[in-house]
């Protein structure tokens, strides 16, 4: 029983120490890295490498996917443009070959962040074969590799370079540099700088206005510039973070602080309209200067003592007063543009101007067709009362409210001129004005809708002599009249169309045939002239634009044989 009893203790403690080795393995697992190639060539171009030295024609060059320098008496160097950051653990491998048996060397430097150092060196013949190198000394933010060939006769290969990393360790401390802790006055898009930290593969940067800040951006630089623009006069928290696979680094003394700038107050502007000392100005002017830049509003100031009282706050470069003003009276005004930052006042303010001695028309209204009606002609007729002191009458209708500007008349009705579409609602307003400004009209806009759409009806009038002399249609409620008149011969001389335009037509004395149609007497012609011969048969007819049209019969027959035309224009 006792010795049962010890082997169970034996036993849990070997289990105990499994664990513990256990967990030391993992931990160790945790903490190594895995290698990482930082950098590799396999020579499909010399994109990756500076040349230098040797000759032109043998320098390091590509040949069938391998780096070559040959029959060089001198030294030929290939240096990696791109410098890598490796810590910890780094190993340089590369094929090399070397044929020939004159001389000859193949010598490898590493950049260890100071100077270059040489880390192999051979001049013996050999076939491609791979070297590994442990350049763990020389790791550094800006480590390079650098080939050197001598090759006097002879030729030298190198193919597939690789920098192979195993970090080892979080990143080495690093501080940062500007802004300064505290620091005010400082552009709201800012550049964040930092020292370099060694073994870094890429920095976490963060900011905002809690510490220790938010994460921004993740840069494998030493700066960032931040791209959206940060609130004035506000402070900001700001830290970076280096990293590696290893772990990560935070800067000394983070987090740090900065205070933005102030916003600039609003550019300097101008004063427009009225202009100083203005007289007769009307009594609901609007007022209008240029833009401030910087501007978030504007405070408008007008009073009949200077510089004026506060009336509103706009965001645009201009404002109409809307109650009228006292006539014959003399207002001063200013303009100040105003942001975060503070505010600026317009030049050369208070401006001052002087209004009209006549006040604006006085109140009147709509009386036809009453708003709301139905089955209102196409072309109704609007009517309003008068409005006293009213100079003329702005006319507005249309099928949106409340109507588009139509017309400007100096009486109390107009006749819609251009007949309005059938079964349709039209809304309408009329604006009196005068010097004084403009007044309009009471409980507007009103609305009416036009009658649904009819079959034309037509009548026709005759004179004594049963000749038709007028015919008239009415379409919509519109009418439409064409009127003809006669000679004493019965025959047409006149028509008159809706329109107004008039068609007339001349008749010769031989046989009573027209020679000519016109579009008033003495106007445009459209049939200037027409000859007929013996038989009462045209020969030729001349049109309105001047191209004569002959007719040529034949003589056993009269038939109409051919028709020739002449061109009579100068």
């Known amino acids: 029983m006792k010795k049962s009893f010890a082997m169970i203790k034996h036993s849990k403690f070997l289990i105990c120490l499994l664990m513990v080795l256990l967990g030391l393995l993992i931990t160790t697992s945790a903490l190594m890295a895995e290698p990482i190639t930082v950098f590799n060539d396999g020579f499909t171009s010399m994109n990756n490498w500076t040349v230098t030295g040797g000759n032109e024609n043998y320098k390091w060059h590509i040949y069938n996917n391998e780096a070559r320098t040959i029959y060089n008496a001198t030294e030929s160097q290939m240096t990696q443009n791109t410098a890598v950051n490796v810590s910890g653990i780094v190993t340089l491998k590369f094929g090399r070959e070397l044929v020939g048996t004159t001389t000859k060397y193949l010598k490898v430097d590493v950049y260890d962040g100071d100077e270059w150092i040489e880390v192999y060196s051979t001049s013996a013949t050999t076939g491609m074969s791979t070297v590994t190198l442990d350049v763990s000394a020389y790791a550094n933010a800006a480590f390079k590799v650098k080939f050197r060939g001598k090759a006097n006769g002879a030729f030298i290969y190198v193919d597939n370079v690789y920098i192979i990393n195993e970090i080892t360790a979080p990143p080495e401390a690093f501080n940062l540099t500007g802004p300064a802790n505290g620091a005010t006055g400082v552009s709201v898009t800012p550049t964040l700088s930092w020292s370099a930290s060694g073994g870094a593969t890429s920095y976490d940067v963060y900011y905002g206005t809690t510490s220790p800040g938010m994460l921004q951006a993740n ?121 975060a930052g503070g505010e600026t006042t317009a030049t050369g303010a208070p401006r001052s101007f002087t209004t009209v001695e006549m006040s604006a028309p006085g109140a009147f209204e709509l009386t036809s067709p009453a708003s709301g009606v139905t089955g209102v002609s196409a072309a109704p007729t609007l009517s309003w009362s008068a409005a006293s002191e009213a100079a003329s009458y702005d006319v507005y209708y249309g099928t949106i409210s409340p109507g588009t500007l139509q017309a400007n ?79 004493d011969l ?61 007719y040529i019969y034949d003589p056993d027959n009269f038939r109409l044989n051919r028709v020739t035309a002449n061109n009579n224009l100068p």
Not at 433 to 440: A, D, L, Y
Not at 503 to 532: C, P
């Open 219 to 339: 840069v494998t630089g030493t700066s960032y510039t931040v791209p959206v623009a940060l609130a004035n006069n506000t402070t900001y928290y700001w830290k970076v973070v280096a990293k590696n696979a290893a772990g990560e680094t935070t800067a000394t003394g983070a987090p740090r602080s900065f205070t933005t700038e102030q916003m600039p107050v609003p550019g300097v502007f101008s004063l427009t309209s009225p202009a100083n000392g203005a007289t007769g100005v009307a009594v609901t002017p609007t007022l209008t200067w240029t833009a401030s830049s910087g501007a978030a509003s504007y405070d408008v100031y007008y009073g009949t003592t200077s510089p004026g009282t506060l009336q509103t706050n706009v965001t645009g470069t201009s404002y109409t007063v809307p109650e009228a003003l006292t006539i014959s009276t003399v207002y001063y005004w200013k303009i100040v543009a105003k942001n």
């Open 409 to 487: 008349v100096t009486g109390t009705s107009f006749t819609v001129n251009v007949p309005l579409n059938s079964g349709v609602t039209y809304y309408w307003k009329v604006v009196a004005k005068n010097p004084g400004g403009e007044t309009t009209a009471t409980g507007v806009p009103w609305s009416f809708t036009t009658m649904e759409s009819e079959l034309p009806a037509t009548v026709y009038y005759y004179d004594t002599l049963e000749r038709l002399i007028k015919t008239k249609q009415i379409i919509d409620g519109v009418s439409y009249i064409t009127e003809t008149a006669y000679d």
């Open 490 to 550: 019965d025959r047409p001389v006149v028509v008159t169309y809706p329109d107004g335009s008039q068609v007339h037509y001349t008749y010769n004395g031989y046989n009573g045939s027209v020679t000519k149609i016109g579009s008033t007497a003495g106007g445009d012609q459209y049939l200037k002239g027409l000859v007929y011969d013996q038989y009462g048969m045209i020969v030729s007819k001349t049109l309105g634009n001047d191209v004569t049209l002959n």
